[in-house]
């Protein structure tokens, strides 16, 4: 472990100026050493439990590198982290639109809580089954509302930051929520008739 | 009142749920992911080694040999409206603006290419093995000796024959023979993919239904114009290749008489005449444009709601009609799209290819679109069925394994555990090294371990492929250890004796807690 640490520390360059950054001083190790673990979380909440370490480790590298290319046209309009976690936002849908991810993600749900269902009610094993079942539900909500409802339900975007973020009225961030949640509402009291 | 309290109390729970788990980075993620970025960021040349130099500059050779080749001499020209130019044995006469391209004769055909514009041609009979062809962004004309009319635009290109005969083929496509007074329209990529881009925001199965309903009236029209004219050559053209996997064929067949009467009804907008009015070629838009008479006539009864249709109108749903203007490809693209929120809809698009006896790959592909439908409809026995044919179909190579895997998955849940075996074993034998090879291992130790063979379980888990991390697998390998922990702790060691550095926490802990159990 301390021979990776080390390997990090030489890997990532020292970080500049962590606060006060100006959007001309922003370099994409700045970003990365600053964001990675928020990008990293909203990556994982967005794609479920159902994506593996190494789909979301790949689904984060493919954000910072479209941050990296980017980061020319960014002027310091709006907040880093609202640009940032905008363009994680849509690499994720991106990734969310492929049948095979989808389905791929899907199948993973399904099959944790059926190894689950089998485990010891321990609490733990409890708690992974209350949110694969509350994934299996949003699962069934298309990517574009499914990514409006956690932004806003589970990281507390406002509705603005959301339909900047996005590139999308912010109307239809209202609209989306509205039926993610009417969606959501269905297919876990669907859930819970069927239990 | 208290059903939206419980509403309320049902979100909150669930978003408690979802707030409450807060993913961590495995170790090493950030090293991992900051390497690819770094990797990937850096500009070409410190990516690119020799080889690939050697590569660039044969391909820059290759590039300039082929430049510096004399091209015939082919120049473009902008001609007014109006102007007529006898050229090559045919008379040419511009009825709006268009850019053509000088002919070329090659091996006796003569071509003319046009970029945009609406042109008439008056084409003098050809001596046998000589042809006259007009080439647009989307169609190729091939002419025999006729008259006829060209339009071409961004949209796509229309071509109505006045008198005698020409072949009208997509720039992909099969090709179509015209008789004198039919007219047909070849829409370009664009024009399919804002159609396209309807049908992707059809927010529900039924809007998505209603884009492929819309199509049916055309067929209608394709179908009684085709019936009252002299027999066309069978098969209707076709889009570009590229574009074909994603939209149903656009090119439409209408009878200049239709037009006509439709005109008079008043029931489209028509300034002189159907296959006259400039800049009218785009037949996807909304009702109110300036759409040929006929083609807006077809448009305006598909946006209709069926109630208001007329009597002899043929019922939106009828899969014949439905077959002849949506393609296999596009209606099982649909059936894709809505599998999951409507599965009905999705099993009877995907049925309805396959009552068409389609090419093998397409078959295999609607078996899975139909079985997949199936199984979230929660008919596991028909779905076991259908994956079962699946597996065996001989073009069901990209599906093969998947559906093996979960004819297992489906067998088990309805009891056939006998089943469910076989096809994992079948699985096995033609897939060893294939990408659900963990999946299989993962289930058939369950399969073992239900049978209360732990021993099996656990041989079945040390056999399985250690080049991929499967959850799946993982729990099982614990399940199986903590099963045989007691009994054979030497099997207990053999199964956690991997490498568990990218193991997520909580697993870890468990593995670390079963080999607590063993030391002691």
């Known amino acids: 472990m301390d021979a990776m640490e080390v390997g990090m520390r030489a890997a990532v360059p020292p970080a500049v100026q962590e606060r006060g950054t100006t959007a001309s001083d922003l370099t994409t190790e700045v970003l990365f050493r600053r964001h990675f673990d928020d990008v990293f979380r909203i990556v994982a909440r967005l794609l479920g439990p159902g994506a593996s370490d190494a789909d979301i480790e790949d689904v984060v590298q493919l954000v910072f590198l479209q941050a990296h290319r980017s980061l020319p046209r960014f002027r310091g309009d709006a907040k880093v982290s609202t640009w940032l976690y905008g363009i994680a936002s849509r690499v994720v849908l991106t990734q969310l639109r492929s049948w095979g991810r989808q389905r791929r993600l899907e199948r993973a749900v399904e099959a944790e809580l059926e190894t689950l269902e089998l485990q010891s009610p321990e609490k733990s094993a409890a708690e992974r089954q209350a949110l694969a079942r509350v994934w299996r539900a949003l699962m069934k909500i298309k990517p574009k509302k499914r990514v409006v409802y956690v932004l806003f339900e589970v990281e507390g975007h406002s509705g603005e930051a959301i339909a900047e973020q996005l590139g999308i009225p912010i109307s239809t961030v209202w609209t989306r929520l509205h039926h993610a949640r009417r969606e959501l509402n269905r297919w876990l009291a669907k859930q819970e008739g069927l239990r | ?520």
């Open chain 2, 1 to 520: 009142m208290s059903e939206a309290r419980t509403q309320n109390e049902r979100l909150d729970r669930a978003n408690a749920i979802l707030t409450n788990h807060v993913p961590k980075p495995a170790p090493g993620a950030k090293e991992r992911v900051w390497r690819g970025v770094d990797r990937h960021r850096r500009p070409w040349r410190m990516r690119f080694g020799w080889p690939e130099a050697v590569v660039f500059a044969a391909a820059l050779a290759v590039v300039f040999f082929v430049q510096r080749t004399p091209t015939p001499e082919v120049e473009w020209r902008t001609v007014a409206a109006g102007e007529a130019v006898s050229t090559h044995g045919a008379t040419v006469r511009t009825l709006g603006a268009s850019t053509v391209r000088t002919p070329v004769v090659k091996d006796g055909r003569t071509v003319v290419q046009v970029v945009d514009g609406h042109l008439d041609f008056d084409v003098a009979p050809r001596a046998i093995g000589e042809s006259f062809v007009v080439q647009t962004r989307h169609a190729i004309v091939t002419v025999v000796g006729t008259r006829f009319a060209v339009r071409a635009d961004d949209d796509g290109t229309v071509v109505e024959v006045e008198e005698g005969t020409v072949e009208v083929a997509p720039r992909s496509g099969t090709a179509r023979r015209l008789l004198a007074g039919e007219q047909i329209r070849i829409a370009s990529a664009a024009s399919i993919a804002r159609a396209d881009e309807r049908v992707a925001q059809a927010n529900r199965g039924e809007a998505i239904a209603r884009a492929v309903d819309a199509e049916v009236p055309a067929a209608r029209d394709t179908k009684e114009a085709e019936s009252t004219k002299a027999p066309a050559s069978s098969g209707g053209p076709a889009v570009s290749k590229s574009r074909e996997r994603r939209a149903a064929p656009r090119a439409r067949v209408v009878e200049r008489g239709d037009a006509a009467s439709a005109a008079e009804r008043g029931e489209g907008e028509s300034p002189g005449g159907a296959a006259r009015a400039e800049g009218s070629t785009d037949v996807n838009r909304a009702a109110g444009s300036h759409a040929p008479a006929a083609l807006q006539v077809a448009d305006q009864e598909a946006s209709a709601p069926s109630a208001e249709r007329g009597p002899g109108a043929t019922a939106p749903s009828d899969s014949a009609l439905r077959a002849q203007v949506v393609s296999p490809k596009e209606r099982l693209r649909i059936a894709r799209k809505v599998v999951a929120s409507d599965a009905s809809r999705a099993a009877e698009l995907a049925s309805s290819v396959l009552d068409e006896a389609p090419a093998p790959a397409l078959e295999a592909e609607a078996l899975a679109v139909l079985a997949d439908a199936r199984r979230r409809a929660g008919d596991d026995a028909e779905a076991a069925e259908l994956y079962r044919a699946l597996a065996d179909h001989p073009a069901a190579s990209a599906y093969g394994e998947e559906a093996l895997l979960q004819l297992a998955l489906v067998s088990r849940n309805v009891g056939r555990l006998d089943t469910a075996r076989a096809a994992l074993e079948t699985a096995n034998a033609r897939y060893p090294h294939g990408p659900l090879a963990l999946e299989r291992a993962a289930l058939g130790a369950r399969l073992a371990l239900a049978d209360g063979a732990p021993g099996r379980a656990a041989a079945i888990l040390l056999a399985a492929p250690n080049d991929g991390l499967s959850l799946e697998l993982i729990r099982t390998r614990l399940d199986v250890a903590e099963v045989v922990v007691e009994g054979d702790a030497e099997l207990a060691r053999r199964l956690l004796a991997v490498d568990r550095s990218s193991w997520p926490d909580g697993l870890a802990r468990r593995a670390e807690a079963l080999q607590g159990r063993l030391e002691r």
